[in-house]
């Protein structure tokens, strides 16, 4: 995929991965970032206009200390559309960025008409608790994040020589600065009230979820439903928290489906 | 040389293969395992100790916090604090610290303090600590990313709320307060001597430079690995163009002192091995949240090796290993003599927090170790730093007329004044 710099209003720059053509969509990442390869987005690629921007924090430009807060984040999403001169792209965010693309579609609903939503952080259930994603070391990371933890292990460190010291060093650099930021908004516990504006998502509204996902258990997709007045909900077998990885054409074909 | 007793307070009944059974020490220990009933015997036994410390000629006697730990009980060093304020007369108290980010508002910390400095005649050494990962984000909730930010916003309200004498509004990002007045406010002017338990991190070296802040490493690893990072420390200060005064730093240090170097290991080496074998273990899950340390911190590298090792170290350290490698300092008097003047030089500092509690030990063991250390250590030790004698920058500055439990006044009349009216 194309890659081009943008600067918001703010004055954050932020870079963004371009491809397609069709109706705008924008893709807001999760707490991992953007992989090297990303297989959904080439695929949603082949019927929209995709953007899919870097978030602060979570690539090589600076800025992330501007950001603090839900509203914070939540508003940066809308300066990036506004940079891009996008008008009513259709939201797309999986997990850290579906719990954002749930507060812009909140925030600013008049500008909305479809979104999707990836296994969204930002609610919480007191009968389904979420694990401690903080407090995992990045062996126990990938039981919880993929439904066949061997290869998902695979996919997380792919490219990454541990015996090579700088090399670890500057994973260990970008992994603080990606949780870090993600922190802001999932730390202690990932609910920034969601709940209490969600009555404003005017627009229609799918859920996906992988029916194996470990971090955010399939139950929160009811949950979600029951917020937002028009909610329908995709599950995908075979998937567990990063469906974008693990079943990405499956994923690509239920996102086409209610997007088109 | 200033010899400060401290007791971390550890529960001395973490079962045989505790390690296998439990993940952590910390944070999600089940809290089943503590005995209120037998919590009040340790507790006395401690606070005891730390009073017999003072009767021994100790400068100071230390208290921190901690939460959710089974080596350390006291989530408020305050209340620890409290009780000895009233029972010591002259020993410094050492509270090192209180997790400023971690009360809302933090002025509850300035009023805590000022409260104990005015209780204590002037005895208050002020810590604060960023906190460990495990007391600050996981058990008190606080964002990582955002816990350093807040913390120097409360370090300077603190300090403002000391030094003001008319009320003043505050307007933090962290904190809004319209009316900040403090009632009562320290009898140390402007402020008690402030101390900053570090880890390693590079800002908090500088800052505590500039500042003119102690910089007291604290750690378990002891001074042979301790030596980088008050290297690091004395760095900044003399890039700051700062007298290179070893009061400027605080050393903690395992101590245990016996007739000789055999008996030492024979009395303590147990209670020093399960304070490192059990009371160390924690999840490593709970020590790094993405966030809590700064990039260029982790760029420095110095402190991942000395976390990373130490963690899945200290499962398996033997007693020889302990003493060779300086996480411990045992043996007889000439022993600890010798190799504390090592450690004091080696590190160039004016006070050592002496670990002579640890673990397990039970009490006699822990008062026969610092007895001896009392006596025939501390004494050949207080003049190691000729060039700086009288340097109490970092001392504290007892108001000497205070009320003292060992004095009676005539016609058990307690006023202060008048009895300093009479001195005069």
Not at chain 1, 106 to 127: F, Q, R, T
Not at chain 1, 208 to 226: K, T
Not at chain 2, 22 to 30: A, E, F, G, N, Q
Request: glycine share 8%.
């Amino acid at each position: 995929m194309a890659e081009r710099s943008i600067e918001t209003r703010r004055g954050i720059k932020c870079r963004v991965r371009e491809a397609g053509r069709g109706e705008p969509l924008l893709f807001l990442h999760g707490a991992g970032g953007l992989f090297a390869s990303e297989p959904l987005l080439d695929a949603l690629a082949e019927r929209f206009h995709v953007f899919a921007p870097t978030w602060p924090g979570f690539g090589a430009e600076a800025g992330e200390e501007a950001l603090e807060d839900m509203l914070d984040f939540t508003l940066h999403g809308w300066d990036v559309v506004e940079a891009l001169g996008l008008v009513r792209p259709l939201l797309v965010g999986h997990s850290l960025g579906g719990m954002i693309a749930a507060e812009m579609a909140a925030v600013n609903n008049a500008s909305v008409e479809k979104l999707a939503l990836i296994a969204p952080a930002g609610v919480w259930l007191d009968a389904h608790p979420i694990p401690d994603m903080f407090a995992m070391t990045p062996f126990e990371l990938p039981g919880y994040l993929f439904a066949d933890a061997k290869a998902g292990e695979a996919l997380l460190t792919s490219g990454l020589d541990m015996k090579n010291n700088e090399a670890l060093k500057n994973f260990m650099v970008a992994n603080s600065r990606r949780l870090g930021t993600a922190g802001k908004l999932l730390f202690p516990i990932p609910n920034r009230r969601f709940s209490k504006r969600a009555y404003r998502v005017s627009a229609k509204t799918l859920i996906c979820w992988g029916n194996q996902d470990r971090l955010i258990p399939p139950v929160y997709a009811e949950a979600w439903q029951r917020l937002i007045s028009q909610a329908e909900i995709a599950r995908i077998e075979g998937a567990g928290h990063m469906i974008t990885l693990e079943k990405p054409a499956e994923l690509a074909a239920a996102l086409a489906k209610f997007l088109a | 040389m200033k010899f400060t007793f401290f007791n971390l307070m550890p529960w001395p009944h973490l079962p045989d293969g505790f390690r296998e059974k439990h993940r952590s020490v910390w944070v999600d220990l089940p809290n089943a395992m503590y005995d209120p009933l037998e919590g009040n015997r340790v507790y006395h036994e401690y606070m005891d100790q730390l009073e017999y410390a003072e009767s021994l000629g100790f400068d100071g006697i230390g208290v921190n916090e901690h939460h959710q730990n089974g080596y350390g009980l006291m989530p408020s060093p305050n209340i620890i604090a409290a009780g000895l304020a009233r029972r010591t007369s002259r020993a410094a108290i050492a509270v090192i610290g209180n997790s400023i980010a971690l009360y809302n508002p933090p002025i509850r910390v300035a009023e805590e303090f000022a409260m104990l400095d005015v209780i204590s005649g002037g005895r208050l050494l002020a810590g604060f600590p960023v906190g460990t990962p495990m007391d600050t984000n996981f058990c008190y909730g606080q964002i990582p990313a955002l816990t350093r930010d807040k913390y120097y916003e409360a370090h300077d309200l603190i300090m403002r709320a000391w030094r003001e004498r008319e009320p003043f509004a505050f307007d933090g990002k962290y904190t809004q307060l319209r009316h900040v007045n403090l009632w009562p406010r320290p009898i140390q002017q402007p402020h008690p001597p402030i101390y900053i338990p570090g880890g390693g991190s590079v800002e908090t070296w500088e800052w505590c430079a500039r500042m003119d802040y102690n910089y007291s490493y604290l750690s378990f690893g002891g001074y042979l690995a301790g030596q980088a990072m008050l290297e690091g420390f004395y760095e900044h200060v003399a890039k700051l163009n700062k007298d290179e005064s070893p009061y400027r730093s605080a050393f903690a240090q395992v101590i245990a002192v016996a007739d000789t170097d055999q008996e030492a290991e024979e009395l303590y080496a147990e209670h020093i091995l399960y304070f490192f074998n059990r009371c160390l273990h924690v999840y490593p899950g709970f020590s790094d949240p993405p966030g809590y340390r700064t990039i260029k911190t982790i760029q420095g590298g110095k402190l991942d090796q000395l976390r990373a090792e130490a963690q899945r170290e200290y499962a398996t350290l033997t007693w020889k290993n302990l003493v060779e490698r300086g996480f411990v300092i045992a043996g007889s008097p000439a022993t600890v003599r010798e190799r504390c003047e090592d450690m004091i030089k080696r590190l160039h500092v004016g006070h050592i927090f002496c670990l002579l509690q640890s673990g397990n030990m039970p009490d006699w063991k822990t008062r026969k170790s610092t007895k001896l250390f009392a006596e025939k250590v501390m004494p050949h030790l207080r003049d190691l730093w000729p060039d700086w004698k009288g340097d109490d920058r970092w001392w504290c500055k007892p108001y000497d007329a205070r009320v003292r439990p060992e004095e009676t006044f005539p016609g058990g009349e307690r006023d202060v004044r008048a009895h300093a009216a009479r001195k005069v």
